[in-house]
């Protein structure tokens, strides 16, 4: 089944120390994007990938990067978590046109990450 | 600044119930309208979308947009305690194809 992967499902991290999450997808969507969501809360973006091209939010800490090698893999990287970053980090994916439209997202299965 | 606005909840009903969610949002331009839903610990998974003023029904579940309201609704019939969750509201703009989420509101079915 085509599908949006996270890896790790659960990290645990030290404070300061720089932290890798993963996404993958088997989808060919030509958009991924990275949400962080805190309990109760709605996901908030971070940023996305429109094929190439990186759109950073404007509110998004200089603290978190992405890097995505190619269509079916981005990564998010966290350079010096606080306590403040542990979250939920959900990836997804979406197929868009230039036209615009209300293509779907679709969420891999979230990386619950812990801040000691 | 563009908002989508839910009830916090918790909503509770008894199983076999109808659910009747809520969302308004402030962008009146917004063409493109999604439910998820989210279990605690889970990421949200698409129940509906919905695209054109009316009802679309999908099994149990009945997703109504009126535009000139700037409301959409789910309602969930004969509800499940296996329904019990945080319900997202998300809505996309006719310029843009990022989502704005509401807060979500959560669903409790009672046995």
């Known amino acids: 089944d085509a599908m949006v992967i996270q890896n790790p499902r659960y990290q645990v991290t030290q404070f300061g120390k720089p932290v890798t999450l993963s996404c993958s997808q088997t989808l060919n969507h030509n958009v991924m994007y990275w949400y962080q969501q805190k309990s109760s809360q709605a996901p908030k973006l971070l940023f996305h990938y429109y094929d190439k091209d990186f759109n950073n939010e404007a509110d998004t800490p200089d603290n978190f990067q992405s890097r995505r090698p190619n269509t079916s893999f981005c990564f998010l990287d966290i350079r010096s978590p606080g306590l403040g970053d542990a979250a939920m980090y959900l990836c997804?994916?979406?197929?868009?046109?230039?036209?615009?439209?209300?293509?779907?997202?679709?969420f891999g299965p979230g990386t619950r990450l812990l801040v000691l | 600044q563009k908002e989508v606005e839910q009830n916090s909840g918790p909503l509770s009903v008894p199983e076999g119930a109808i659910a009747s969610l809520n969302c308004t949002y402030s962008d009146r331009g917004s063409q493109s309208f999604f439910w998820y839903r989210q279990y605690s610990g889970k990421s949200p998974e698409l129940i509906m979308s919905i695209y054109s003023n009316g009802d679309k029904e999908d099994g149990r579940f009945t997703a109504q947009l009126n535009k000139a309201s700037q409301y959409v609704s789910l309602l969930i019939r004969d509800s499940q305690p296996s329904d019990s969750a945080t319900y997202l509201c998300?809505?996309?703009?006719?310029?843009?194809?990022?989502?704005?989420f509401g807060s979500g509101t959560r669903l409790l079915v009672r046995p």
């Open positions: 997804a994916t979406s197929r868009e046109t230039e036209a615009g439209g209300g293509e779907t997202q679709y």
């Open positions: 998300a809505v996309k703009g006719d310029s843009s194809y990022k989502l704005i």
